[in-house]
């Protein structure tokens, strides 16, 4: 497990938000994230306050061994890359090809289900040019992600075999709904993000030759 990834699993496991980390630190909201994306890593003095935060050492804290706390979402049993490539991998098996798609579970609902070992997701949603729905992810019974959304079209140019193309190209690091930016003829999606796999919000958009046909806003993370 990395040094990111246990931050994140650690603060989690204290409910502590990353603001809150950073007000225990003295340091910026952004250092906190950008530790936890990767994109930078703590000098010793910070590493020294987060062995004493999480009551941890700091081999443990940087060396690749695994820490696993009582809480119900350990690191350990459901490791966050595995539920990412989980996702990617239930997203491409379902809405984007029509795969998968169960019956009813609630009046007027549209409905999908995957199942791969101890893992299941759903996307259940429910309307057709203005939609509404959600999605989850639960590993040994246990709910452990979630992601809703809203969204319509606003155009009669818009190609809903386009946005599943789109969205059939969602990354692994960026697991939501698809990917920064996919372009084909006439159409061009974008994928907006703020936050991390653990707590973010976003916007989708379709244009066609530059006029806007599709908005979509989502938001969700990890549940504990």
């Known amino acids: 497990m990395e040094f990111k990834e246990k931050l994140q ?44 935060i999480f009551k941890v050492s700091i081999d443990r804290l940087v060396k690749g061994n695994d820490i696993c706390t009582e809480s119900p979402f350990c690191e350990q049993e459901y490791p966050l ?26 009046p007027d609902s549209h409905d999908f289900r995957y199942e791969d070992g101890g893992y299941l997701y759903a996307d259940t949603y429910y309307g057709g040019q203005k939609f509404v729905g959600g999605e989850r992810v639960w590993i040994k019974d246990h709910a452990v992600w979630a992601l809703n959304y809203y969204g319509q079209s606003l155009k009669e140019a818009f190609d809903i075999r386009f946005l599943k193309e789109a969205l059939s190209h969602v990354p692994v ?5 698809g990917p920064e930016l996919y372009q084909k003829g006439d159409y061009m999606y974008q994928c907006q993000v703020q936050g991390n796999f653990e707590c973010f919000s976003g916007e989708e958009r379709i244009y066609c030759r530059q ?4 908005v979509c806003v989502f938001h969700g993370g990890i549940i504990l």
């Open 81 to 106: 890359h595995e539920i990412r490539t989980f996702l990617v991998r239930a997203k491409k098996n379902t809405y984007t090809t029509g795969e998968n798609r169960i019956m009813p579970t609630q």
């Open 211 to 214: 006029e806007k046909v599709y």
């Open 9 to 52: 699993l650690l603060r989690m496991n204290m409910k502590l938000s990353q603001e809150e980390l950073a007000d225990r630190l003295d340091i910026s909201r952004q250092s906190v994230t950008k530790w936890e994306n990767g994109q930078s890593f703590p000098d010793i003095q910070n590493l020294i306050q987060l062995s004493e």
């Open 173 to 177: 690091s960026m697991p939501f709904r």
